[in-house]
């Protein structure tokens, strides 16, 4: 039995020999062009919640192969939605991988697991979507960067649109858990009008019954909510049975082109806030928004426009800097050149961006549903966390 | 709180306490006749769901899933019945636990297999979508009422068949005593198998109805399976009444939790946080009420064993 083996491992050894020799020489010939930057994504690509994951993986490609740079290389991993597999890929993804930039996650609690220990480690860290608070102020660091927006930043959006609107009382609701409460928070920061009610639901819940009769009974002008996901389905689908008649506002999760479908006619009419929609009017956004509809023959997210602002946003950096010299590397993508899909689009000093917030109302479009923008809600808005952060 | 809010928030807790009946129901009668701790019964419940949603949206109709969910569950519970569960009943405890775990895990990939990780959304049928107004001016979704309805109508038929037919008669004297039963010549197996695919029955029909309030998708039936044994714990293992009221108690005490228990915070604590610490005890509300009941009733209420 040792014969064969040590003739197979002579021949890989052979075989390693001559690739790096074949490398080495190829790498002297190129010794010129830019040197490769290699990208890890760990996102949300099996179970619940896998349509984001899906869609900001979609947009992310879309522009890497839109690029065609053979410098760029990218990863791709699922992590199910789980902490501890999204920490075991990036330790993988770091130290067997040797990516240069991490990216893609959805939920803040896996960033919170995964981004504190990932740009420890020199790497940096590109958000394309999760934005937590405690990233954003006292734990803000320089290799990373939020190129969604701050997770509180919609729901002031929709707090400032209910001020606009005028709306004198408002019902709150958000499932009890971290990011729930800074929803509210976030709302509360920017509303001027009187809370009427404010209602924790249970994280998952799937029945609401319950608060859609006390939304019945609380003479509130309008209701506010944050449901992410399934809840969000759930509830609205339920709220239609209800059949009252109240505003609702909400952040764009529960109505994002990936959710719509499955909310159906219900969703028609609500109010929605979001840093992009696909009728924001400059040429980059109708160029992405036909290109994803060709290519995956569905509309484009908000996450899969997220993913694909993260990738150009890459693309440019690349373009100006070697990714082997950090503090050069780290500067160009903080100057954030590139044609954002959302028009404007720079780095606030925490490094989360500085942008316009729009309000969509949901429409329907040739029997699509889909969102357009009905009012600018917050104009060049930063964060709330931005002077806690000392860099 | 108003009247009107009250009595619908009583409705609300009316409706799921019913649907946890349909649940439990399954539930105490395989644990009671054959002695069989069953944790895949939540699976039945998925795969009735998930019949109801693949039938409706081939066919178009609401009433033809409903048909086939409860004829999928049906079967599927006779088929694991005959494939599996016949050979756990002299088996301890623990073994029969492992088996019937390990056929959650095979019927929720399977189904993931087949119909993907997305949630799947039922709509409501055309002529009970909406709302009506009750007497005293009560606005209430006219599916949910429909709901209660077949609930309702579940839970006497239920009655009537334990309490007043030949099978009912088989099914509580296999309660009684297994083997004076077998020895009296009634083909022991066969009962078996149907109060198996009964109780699966029930499952897939109260997976249906609540998949097309909410949403259908895999590991839908874990959650309702801990509230259905919760269920049988208060009520009283192999009691059908004790199923009923369990159920009721469940359903009555998690509704009325979430909407009072804040508002009982708030008369002594600032707002924001009444809202929090109401909702969070508000999901401890049942485990509560099964701690009390067993303090007082080791038994559960209508205990067979007690």
């Known amino acids: 039995m040792t014969g064969p083996k040590t003739g197979i491992h002579r021949e890989t050894r052979m075989t390693r020999f001559l690739t790096t020799t074949a490398l080495a020489l190829s790498m002297m010939g190129t010794a010129a062009m830019a040197e490769p930057v290699k990208v890890g994504m760990i996102t949300t690509l099996s179970g619940g919640g896998a349509s984001l994951g899906i869609d900001t993986r979609d947009g992310f490609m879309l522009a890497v192969e839109e690029a065609g740079n053979p410098e760029l290389e990218v990863v791709i991993e699922d992590d199910q939605r789980k902490p501890e597999v999204a920490v075991q890929l990036s330790d993988e993804l770091i130290q067997s991988e040797e990516v240069d930039i991490l990216t893609g996650i959805v939920w803040s609690n896996l960033a919170m697991a995964v981004v504190p220990g990932a740009v420890r480690q020199g790497k940096f860290y590109l958000s394309t979507n999760a934005a937590p608070s405690q990233l954003a102020g006292k734990g803000c660091h320089e290799n990373y960067f939020s190129v969604s927006y701050q997770n509180d930043n919609l729901h002031e959006a929709a707090g400032q649109y209910a001020t606009d609107e005028g709306y004198g009382s408002m019902f709150i609701m958000a499932p009890n858990y971290p990011a729930g409460q800074d929803s509210l928070s976030g709302f509360k920061r920017f509303y001027e009008g009187e809370v009427a009610s404010e209602v924790y639901t249970q994280l998952g819940q799937t029945d609401y019954a319950a608060e859609i009769a006390q939304i019945r009974d609380s003479d509130a002008d309008a209701l506010f909510f944050f449901l992410p996901g399934g809840m969000g389905i759930s509830f609205m689908k339920q709220w239609a049975e209800a059949g009252i008649d109240m505003p609702v506002v909400g952040p764009a999760f529960s109505f994002s082109q990936d959710i719509l479908p499955a909310i159906g006619e219900a969703a028609v009419g609500v109010k929605n806030t979001a840093q992009w929609s696909k009728d924001i009017d400059n040429e980059a956004n109708a160029a992405f928004v036909a290109a994803f509809e060709e290519k995956y023959d569905r509309l484009p997210s908000l996450y899969a426009a997220q993913g694909y602002d993260t990738a150009r946003l890459i693309l440019s950096a690349m373009e100006k800097a070697e990714v082997s010299d950090a503090d050069a590397f780290r500067e160009a993508i903080r100057a954030a050149e590139f044609d954002s899909l959302r028009g404007k689009f720079s780095f606030g000093p925490n490094q989360h961006p500085v942008q316009d917030i729009y309000v969509r109302e949901v429409i329907s479009e040739d029997g699509t549903l889909t969102n357009k923008i009905a009012a600018t809600a917050m104009t060049d808005r930063g964060d709330a966390y931005a002077e806690e952060c000392k860099m | ?306």
């Open chain 2, 1 to 306: 709180m108003s009247m009107i809010l009250l009595i619908e928030q009583l409705l609300n807790g009316l409706q799921s306490g019913l649907m946890l009946f349909l649940m439990a129901a399954g539930l105490t009668l395989v644990f009671g006749v054959m002695g069989l701790i069953n944790l895949a019964h939540g699976s039945l419940y998925m795969v009735g769901a998930f019949a109801c949603a693949g039938v409706a949206a081939a066919t178009g109709s609401f009433w033809l899933g409903l048909a086939a969910s409860i004829a999928a569950a049906a079967a599927a519970g006779a088929i694991v019945e005959v494939a599996v569960i016949r050979r756990l009943y002299r088996r301890d405890h623990l073994d029969q636990v492992l088996a019937t775990f390990a056929l959650i895990l095979i019927f929720s990939e399977g189904t993931r297999w087949l119909y993907g990780s997305f949630p799947l959304y039922l709509n409501v049928p055309e002529a009970l979508s909406g709302s009506v107004t009750l007497p005293g001016g009560i606005r209430y979704s006219l599916f949910r009422l429909a709901i209660i309805g077949a609930g309702l109508a579940v839970a006497v038929g239920l009655f009537l068949l334990i309490g007043k037919t030949r099978i009912g008669v088989q099914v509580r004297a296999g309660e009684a005593d297994r083997e004076m039963i077998a020895a009296l010549g009634v083909d022991i197996r066969r009962l078996y198998t149907l109060v198996f695919a009964l109780g699966a029955a029930l499952a897939g029909m109260a997976g249906a109805l609540v998949g097309t309030i909410q949403s259908v998708q895999v590991g839908m039936g874990e959650p309702v399976l801990i509230l259905a044994f919760v269920v049988i714990v208060i009520g009283g293992i192999g009691s059908i009444k004790g199923a009923l009221i369990g159920a009721l108690l469940v359903g009555l005490t998690d509704t009325m939790g979430r909407v009072l228990l804040p508002s009982v915070f708030e008369l002594f604590m600032e707002t924001s946080a009444a809202t929090s610490v109401g909702a969070a005890l508000a999901s401890m509300a049942i485990y509560i009420l099964m701690a009390l009941v067993l303090i007082v009733k080791p038994g559960g209420l209508f205990g067979a064993r007690a």
